[in-house]
């Protein structure tokens, strides 16, 4: 019989590790929001497993007082695979980051949400390698000048969130690395979704990549800058919320709430549940305001059912039962 889950405080998933990140390092926001959201996820502590690839978020395992393991180099979501498949009811979480999931994980990374296992992946993106001190990475923007790009960055970057509902990815949420109550929210959605979820983490590396992310996260223009979506709400934003998105033909289109008899009746509403991931892909690629929030939640079957489904019905039609009905079922001899 299950026995009933403790109440937990942020407390309980607190290692007695020292954090080793940089100061002012969004990876401690991170951290914190996450040790935050576990208590409200009804999750037991020992049913909780962190796994991680190789960079600085990787370190993350160690400072989480739950089942954890660190990696090597792109691999987390394979091991991760493994652990969740093996038992189903722990709570496994990814974390990763933009070199370690799309560089040389790019292979595991993708086909993990394709395939929409039951897990959970925190990508922590900087757009840049910390770890190695400061060369470009998969999400370097181009002319990006790094330790190994001093001239500037030539290869063009990926989208996570592009490439991750590319993948078929059936959750997606982006959020930025200085908005710890959004974040902890996030994260709760996501343990209580069936199936992958990913959530990108617009994470500020002070040292090697400092305000990346300040034209849009620096909380003097945030709120301008950034729309924050919420299924069933219109999308609304900006200091004074009369800003808004339409569709336009085939475009997003930013409009005022009050000219050009505009309306809040005439904003989209958004629908994170929508199968169909088009408006979702426009969502994530809209830069003026960049979207924030759950974008995409569309629940689908996951790789766990369809296994259960198809192993019942192999058994439904076979015509074996039991190993004896196997052993004998063709030609057989006594000997006497």
């Not at 929001?33 to 190789?54: C, H, T």
């Not at 930025?176 to 617009?202: C, Q, R, W, Y």
């Not at 076979?318 to 030609?331: H, M, P, T, Y």
């Amino acid at each position: 019989m299950e026995t009933a889950v403790k109440e937990y405080t942020f407390k309980d998933f607190t290692s007695d590790q020292e954090v080793r990140w940089c100061p002012g390092c969004d990876d401690y926001v991170i951290l914190r929001s996450m040790q935050r959201a576990l208590p409200d996820m009804g999750v037991k502590r020992e049913d909780v497993v962190f796994i991680s690839g190789i960079g600085c978020s990787s370190r993350f395992p160690y400072y989480m007082d739950t089942y954890g393991m660190h990696g090597i180099h792109g691999r987390a979501p394979a091991i991760a695979s493994g652990v969740k498949l093996a038992n189903p009811k722990l709570s496994v979480w990814v974390i990763t980051g933009d070199g370690d999931a799309m560089a040389i994980g790019g292979n595991h990374f993708i086909h993990v949400l394709r395939r929409n296992i039951d897990l959970n992946i925190v990508l922590f993106n900087n757009e840049i390698y910390g770890l190695t001190k400061g060369q470009f990475s998969p999400t370097s923007l181009v002319g990006q000048k790094t330790k190994s790009s001093p001239y500037g960055n030539t290869q063009p970057p990926f989208s996570p969130g592009e490439l991750a509902i590319g993948a078929q990815a059936r959750f997606f949420a982006r959020i930025g690395g200085n908005t710890p109550k959004e974040m902890t929210k996030i994260f709760i959605d996501a343990e209580k979704f069936n199936g992958t979820s990913l959530i990108e983490v617009l994470q500020n590396c002070p040292i090697f990549n400092d305000g990346a992310y300040d034209e849009y996260t620096n909380k003097a223009v945030r709120e301008d800058k950034q729309l924050f979506v919420e299924d069933g709400k219109p999308m609304i934003f900006g200091k004074e919320r009369n800003k808004g998105l339409i569709l336009n033909g085939l475009k997003l289109e930013v409009v005022t709430i009050g000219e050009n008899g505009i309306t809040e009746d005439d904003i989209l509403v958004h629908n994170a549940k929508e199968k169909d991931p088009t408006l979702h892909q426009m969502l994530v690629r809209h830069k003026h305001p960049l979207v924030t929030g759950v974008i995409r939640s569309f629940n689908d079957v996951t790789l766990e059912e369809r296994k259960e489904a198809q192993t019942k019905q192999v058994k439904a039609d076979s015509n074996f039962k039991k190993a004896d009905d196997l052993f004998f079922s063709g030609n057989i001899y006594n000997v006497e």
